[in-house]
């Protein structure tokens, strides 16, 4: 089962896509931690991506792409896209790359937030980097107290200032926003509220994606 989770920063789809990978035993590609690992990995291309996210503006389809194809070739599990499309050209050119592998998205979901609601949300976030080179959020299952238990070092993303989060919202509504229409045209959009508890939010994507 192909999965898309769609909303805008901040709208929780990290967070439920963590939620669905363990309990659906899919795989979870989230485009900005495949983008900030090439960062972290300090290459070239690393170097030209961080210029473009740390600001908060998209990187280029065709790179984008290429750097997703790598990610989501030679997996049998199904597949939860967190971050990707964020374009209609990106929507196509998924929709082609899936059908080359023989796979087919079941459904687009949106996390629906208020953008108050999300840069408030941004705005507290603190995330804790470990020596292995995992990324925790920090919040109810790990603590700041956790973080430095086990060696860490807790840290905010560069792209979560005031005004990069204000950048972040209208490229969302520019470039990304369009895309939840073609995917209605397709007949696989759904929507759940994202402004509830984790848990209610997640058990309303499972009822979605069941029905
Ligand atoms: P990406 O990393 O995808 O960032 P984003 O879309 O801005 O979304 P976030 O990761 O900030 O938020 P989220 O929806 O995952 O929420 P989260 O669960 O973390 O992309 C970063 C950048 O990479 C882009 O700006 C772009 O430059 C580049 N990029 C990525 N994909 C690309 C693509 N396809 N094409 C081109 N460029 C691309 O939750 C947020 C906070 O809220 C957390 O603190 C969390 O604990 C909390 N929270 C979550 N759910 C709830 C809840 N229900 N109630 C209360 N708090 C909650
Ligand atoms: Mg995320």
């Known amino acids: 089962m192909d999965i898309v989770l769609m909303g805008v920063p901040g709208a929780g ?17 989230s485009t900005g931690d495949v983008l900030r690992a090439e960062i972290a990995s300090g290459s070239s291309l690393g170097k030209q991506i961080a210029g473009i996210i740390d600001g908060g503006d998209l990187i280029p389809d065709e790179m984008m792409v290429s750097i997703l194809k790598n990610a989501a070739t030679g ?9 990707f499309p964020r374009t209609v050209a990106q929507a196509e050119m998924l929709n082609n790359m899936l059908g080359q592998l023989g796979r087919k998205l079941v459904k687009a979901v949106m996390i629906d937030l208020s953008e108050e609601a999300a840069v408030k949300r941004l ?7 470990l020596p292995d080179g995992s ?29 990069h989060i ?24 759904a929507q759940v509220d994202g402004d509830k508890d984790p848990q209610q939010v997640f058990a309303e994507l499972l009822a979605v994606l069941q029905a």
Not at 143 to 162: H, I, K, N, V, Y
């Open 123 to 129: 705005c507290a976030r603190r995330q804790c980097h």
């Open 135 to 163: 990324v925790h959020q920090i919040g109810p299952d790990f603590s700041p107290e956790d973080c430095r238990a086990q060696g860490g070092s807790l840290f905010t993303r560069p792209d979560d200032t005031p005004e």
């Open 75 to 83: 997996t049998d599990k199904g597949i939860i896209f967190d971050g």
């Open 13 to 29: 789809k990290g967070t439920q896509a963590a939620k669905l990978e363990n309990t659906l035993h899919c795989k979870h590609i």
């Open 166 to 189: 204000r950048h972040r919202l209208s490229v969302y509504h520019q470039q990304t926003q369009p895309v939840a229409d073609f995917y209605k045209t397709q007949g696989i959009y």
